[in-house]
């Protein structure tokens, strides 16, 4: 009688796949999470996002306050005006909340209290008075991979007390998924987004996961963000006019979409009667790192800027800072050392100031003059200049 080989128990092959199989599922995860794809809630607590109340928008007469979680559980909001009662609101359960506060009264600072669940936090803003105001802004980009660079910048644009934030794009790498929001912009910024609103211009790395919706859900006002509304948008703050544009529809060769945005972007340069006027985006219309300059953008827009008086026009993309010689009456920066590495400068420089360094921009701003100070992760001071208004 021939005897076969005795089976293998089921148990044992249980007892394999409970040992390797999650091995690999973490390594997998782990290795997705590094390119950018969001699978991390696979991790233990990798898919826990309760990001504090941030501010999207604030106006001379009303202010937009976001919150966003993994949970949904209602939020009660106590909005205190100086020297007056509080005033209460309430909104239902969801995972991402949104409170649309108007009639505020221009000039006033405005504390607030959201409790959600166990969570409470504070925070304050200050609504412009108007155009005679005198304002504080910074600017930043590419800055969300983590890292000293990145908090060191943040806790600088804190300390400078600015009322708002714009941001030259690439928000979070690699691929701006949502999976990355909480520790490399909610997380790293908590001390600035409850009391400052920022303003973000689109780079091609918000949008590499799911079309860019964790960005839209951040920096539109959009309490259900469509993903196919345009990503170019304008506000305005004390003397300043903000126009923010969409640089990658001219890196996505859509030449209807670069038309229509062309065509709301002369007729809200015209909108205007503010003194100052500054246009961010992405992709730099003037670079000397190699292959950042986008000639599109300056053949098609230079010419726009310079008819209808904007004064700034800051860009990012490349990781570095540069100034140029205004060219029609517009000066042109980059600004794209936030937190990411850094990138040289090439042999073909143009620009009338540049350095290789993380930074970001203070800028003051009166009716009269515009003052731009670049600052260093160290605190040091590596560009200076004005504009004045005569």
């Known amino acids: 009688m021939k005897l076969g080989r005795p089976r293998r128990s089921l148990s044992f092959f249980l007892a394999v796949a409970i040992i390797f199989l999650p091995g690999v599922a973490v390594s997998t995860a782990l290795a997705a999470n590094y390119l950018g794809y969001c699978v991390n809630a696979i991790l233990p607590g990798g898919s826990d996002l309760n990001a504090r109340p941030f501010l999207v928008q604030v106006d001379s007469d009303s202010a937009t306050l976001r919150l966003r979680s993994t949970i949904a559980r209602e939020a009660v909001l106590t909005l205190t005006p100086e020297g007056q009662d509080p005033i209460t609101a309430t909104t239902p ?107 973000a211009a689109v780079g091609e790395i918000d949008l590499k996961s ?56 002369t007729d809200e340069l015209g909108s205007s009667e503010l003194p100052w006027t500054v246009v961010v985006l992405h992709d730099p219309p003037y670079s000397s790192t190699g292959g950042a300059q986008n000639d599109g953008i300056q053949e098609d827009l230079g010419p726009i800027f310079a008819e209808h008086g904007v004064d700034l026009v800051l860009s990012g993309h490349a990781r570095n800072y540069e100034r140029f010689e205004p060219d029609g009456g517009v000066t042109y920066v980059v600004t794209g050392g936030g937190g990411a590495g850094l990138q040289d400068i090439g042999d073909n420089r143009t620009s009338v100031a540049a350095s290789v360094v993380h930074h970001f921009l203070s800028v003051e701003t009166s009716p009269d003059e515009l003052t731009v100070r670049v600052m260093d992760d160290a605190g040091g001071t590596i560009d200076m200049f004005t504009l004045s208004k005569d």
């Open 93 to 199: 359960a969801d995972k991402i909340q949104t409170f649309d506060l108007p009639d505020l009264t221009p000039g006033t600072t405005y504390r607030y209290l959201v409790e959600r669940a166990d969570r409470i936090w504070e925070g304050s803003f200050r609504t412009p008075a108007g155009a005679d105001d005198t304002v504080r802004f910074g600017v930043v980009g590419s800055t969300g991979v983590g890292g000293d660079p990145l908090h060191a910048i943040v806790d600088e644009i804190v300390d400078d007390q600015p009322d708002f934030v714009l941001h030259t794009g690439d928000v979070v790498f690699p691929r701006g998924g949502l999976c990355h929001y909480g520790v490399r912009y909610f997380g790293p910024y908590e001390d600035l987004i409850g009391n400052v609103p920022v303003t």
């Open 210 to 265: 799911n079309n860019g919706q964790a960005f839209r859900e951040t920096f539109l006002i959009e309490g259900d963000p469509d993903q196919e509304a345009p990503l170019y948008r304008s506000f305005e703050y004390g003397p300043v006019h903000v126009i923010v544009l969409d640089s990658q529809l001219y890196e996505d060769d859509n030449q209807s979409a670069v038309d229509q945005q062309r065509a709301w972007l």
